[in-house]
């Protein structure tokens, strides 16, 4: 157990959705889409004294880790179905069934 020194788990604040273009980015002009001006384009905003890029590349792990467990979850062909499932190395997307 830690007794001393920072945190070994970063606090991952999630930041604001720009409010002006719905998290967009853009807004809609007389002709076309214009970039929004408050989030300059991203569609987000940086929370009060934190870097947007930090947060938003934290978030993203963050996803990352999460995409990963939900793959892991998913259920994986068996059988004869497996047989049919592209494979990386196959070299192509035959449909090789081991007759």
Known sequence: ???SGPDLMQ????????ETCKGRGVVL????ELDCQPCEGIG????AGRD???????MLTKLYAHNRLLQAQMPQPAGAERDYQASPRDGARGHYTGD
């Open 11 to 18: 606090q991952v604040t999630m930041p604001e959705r720009c």
């Open 52 to 58: 947007l890029a930090v947060e938003l590349g934290r």
């Open 44 to 47: 987000w905003l940086p929370s």
């Open 1 to 3: 157990m830690k007794r």
């Open 29 to 32: 002009g007389v002709f076309h």
